[in-house]
């Protein structure tokens, strides 16, 4: 019979699937060999080993943390019974069965393995031709005949394709699965592959025939916000379509589909929580100091878009593998939301760039400085002008080179000029030096002359360091520039504080009381009635801020003090902080938890109460990324939003194309 177009489309997408084994098992090849965890079997099922970017080891080091994680409890608590068994959907290359094997840990354990029969028979091959993994099998087990390619004592691999339950039902009869015992199903990235009706069916049905048993599965969630767009479009190119993230889009959607699919418990969490609430802090400390790192956005983003979920039936349902962290990474907010929605304008120009810091030099004249763009990462400042027309772009002509600089700060100074400080060009290479950057007029044609002086100051200068700020404060009657926070290649968190005489150019020491605020990098700062407020960022531990500081002049000096805000405004870092009037406006930045774009919170700072606005983003290019972006205050409601994106795990780079307008007129007031 000949093959109609419907089967060839069918075997082109399976092809796919298959294929996303081989880059999976890459990632694990190389997470591993950067120290991430332990595992001397995977290159062997490896051709060529391709050494991944941080970002990637990390996110596959968080998948396998979880799976072993699971596997390992129900091991413990399964010690006592006669028999267990692990049944692998979907299983691919991965090595479980060979690391328990070294392990000593499949006492009273058989391991089956289920996945396409090309897989497996490539899989086979592989294990039969390796003298490693081939004398981890019982040399004098009788082969199998049909579906099953590897039969020993501890380990069946069968050639099947899951979603044919009735096949994979015989099949796993004929391996000798004992359907009585406790058994830990596995999924990780399998299920979601399917048409969501057959996926169902797949958990329906291990429910049904295996009474005794825990769903373990590693997916997807969040496909509406930026993040999760940028993602499923990944995976369509890959002709291999997330299929459950539509009807299951987060983690509550997929704890109600197991329980209505005859599982008695569950329990799921992103992987923030559980990378921040049940991994030790000890080990985070270290896999965080395998590799440079300076990420954070893309980690949380791809954190918050992947879950690990364990459903129970029978005597697994009292044990839990999964438990709710006993303290939440992400404490209960419950934010005032206002029902008034702020609308969004694109503007006619085109600009991208990440990590950039920007500068209003004059009325409708911008500066910015450093990021990196498609291009590469770039040195050329540029400057928008504000004309009867509208907005546009001009080149600059720089009296000198500032240097390639991201997460840099670029501050207005009251005399006129910005001062640019810090940044760096890798996590490995900080960005030194201090400027001065002095804008000339427009003189015809399309070019700016900018002077950029490096200034020479006395006094003990605070070391290297990006993710920072550098807001003005005043302390009797002068002005200095004050440097609190960020990172640099040595210390993950900044909690230091120095000053910087403006007119005097004088590294000085001004006494400062009270407690102060816990170090922290990608927090906001504005100066406030000769002081500074500051918002948010991320502390030692990873954990998002959400508190309000003030840094109050005194006679003697300054002093810190905490506003009690109420309600408590959602945590957040990689945003920008504007200050109008007695409020402080809060723009974009990274959230966990939450759908679609993070929006405006604005602060009032006589009440000490906050109100969260989300924004319309019908009118701009989706997907919106509002995080390593700039913004500035263009009049007294009204802001622009410059440049943003971030790389998006393995999905690809997403870069923010246009700048956009942001109506504050509703938030304040």
Not at 12 to 19: I, L, M, N, S
Request: with cysteine.
């Amino acid at each position: 019979m000949p093959t109609t177009n419907r089967t060839k489309k069918k075997q082109g997408k399976d092809t796919a699937v298959q294929g996303t084994n081989d880059s999976s098992v890459v990632s694990k090849v190389s997470a591993a060999a950067q120290g991430y965890f332990k595992d001397d079997f995977l290159q062997r099922f490896v051709c060529k080993v391709a050494r991944r970017a941080p970002l990637i080891n990390r996110g596959y080091y968080v998948r396998w943390r979880a799976v072993d994680h699971c596997v390992r409890r129900f091991l413990q608590v399964t010690a006592t019974c006669t028999n267990r068994q692990i049944l692998s959907l979907g299983a691919g290359f991965d090595s479980l069965y060979f690391r328990l094997h070294a392990d000593g840990a499949l006492d009273r354990v058989v391991v089956f393995e289920v996945d396409f029969p090309d897989v497996t028979r490539r899989k086979a091959a592989l294990i039969d031709s390796n003298v490693t993994l081939k004398g981890m099998l019982d040399p004098h087990e009788p082969s199998s005949a049909g579906p099953v390619l590897v039969s020993s004592s501890r380990y069946r691999l069968l050639g099947v394709d899951v979603r044919e339950e009735k096949q994979v039902e015989e099949a796993l009869c004929a391996a000798g699965l004992d359907w009585a015992a406790p058994t830990l199903i596995l999924s990780e990235v399998v299920l979601t592959y399917m048409e969501t009706q057959r996926s169902d069916a797949v958990i329906s049905w291990a429910a049904k025939l295996l009474p005794q048993s825990v769903f373990v599965m590693y997916e997807q969630i969040h496909p509406h916000d930026a993040f999760g767009r940028i993602m499923q479009e990944h995976f369509v190119k890959l002709n291999s379509t997330l299929h459950a993230l539509q009807q299951y889009p987060d983690t509550s959607a997929q704890r109600r589909r197991f329980l209505d699919k005859g599982w008695d418990q569950c329990v799921c969490l992103d992987m923030n929580d559980f990378y921040l609430g049940l991994v030790p802090e000890e080990e985070r400390g270290r896999v965080e100091s395998l590799e440079p790192f300076d990420e954070y956005e893309e980690w949380h983003q791809k954190c918050s878009h992947y879950f690990i979920l364990t459903a129970s039936r029978g005597c697994l349902t009292a044990p839990a593998l999964l438990a709710h962290p006993p303290v939440s990474p992400v404490p209960p907010i419950n934010p005032c939301w206002s029902p008034t929605v702020l609308n969004m304008q694109t503007l006619p120009v085109f600009m991208e760039g990440l990590g950039m810091a920007s500068t209003s030099v004059s009325p409708g004249q911008l500066l910015l400085t450093g990021g990196s763009s498609r291009g590469g990462r770039g040195a050329a400042s540029r400057i928008l002008l504000r004309g009867q027309e509208g907005w546009r772009s001009v080149s600059v002509e720089a009296s000198a080179d500032l240097g390639v600089r991201l997460h840099h700060t670029a501050t207005a100074l009251p005399g006129g000029g910005v001062l640019v400080l810090g940044g760096r060009s890798s996590p490995l290479s900080p960005t030194r030096g201090l400027f001065r950057v002095t804008v000339g007029p427009l003189e015809g044609g399309d070019a700016v002359k900018v002077n950029v002086e490096q200034l020479v100051c006395t006094g003990d200068p605070p070391p290297p360091r990006w993710r920072h700020t550098a807001t003005v404060v005043r302390h009797k009657g002068r002005n200095f520039l004050c440097i609190f926070g960020g990172k640099n290649k040595s210390v993950a968190v900044l909690g230091d504080v120095f000053f910087l005489d403006l007119d005097q150019q004088h590294w000085t020491e001004i006494p400062v009381e009270g407690a102060a605020p816990e170090p922290r990098h990608s927090h906001s700062a504005c100066s406030y009635n000769g002081g500074l407020v500051m918002f948010g960022g991320l502390n030692r531990r990873g954990v998002l801020l959400g508190d309000t500081v003030l840094l109050r002049p005194t006679e003697g000096g300054f002093i810190w003090e905490r506003i009690n805000v109420q309600p408590s405004p959602v945590p957040r870092y990689s945003h920008c902080a504007h200050v109008c009037g007695q409020k402080l406006v809060l723009v974009g930045g990274v959230w966990l938890h939450s759908d679609g774009v993070p929006g405006v919170v604005v602060i009032d700072m006589e009440t000490c109460s906050s109100v969260e606005f989300s924004l319309n983003t019908s009118s701009v290019p989706w997907p919106l990324m509002l995080q390593s972006f700039c913004s500035e205050l263009t009049g007294p409601e009204e802001l622009i939003l410059v440049g943003g994106g971030g790389n998006c795990f393995s999905f690809g780079t997403h870069w923010n194309p246009q700048i956009v307008s942001l109506d504050l007129r509703p938030a304040l007031g």
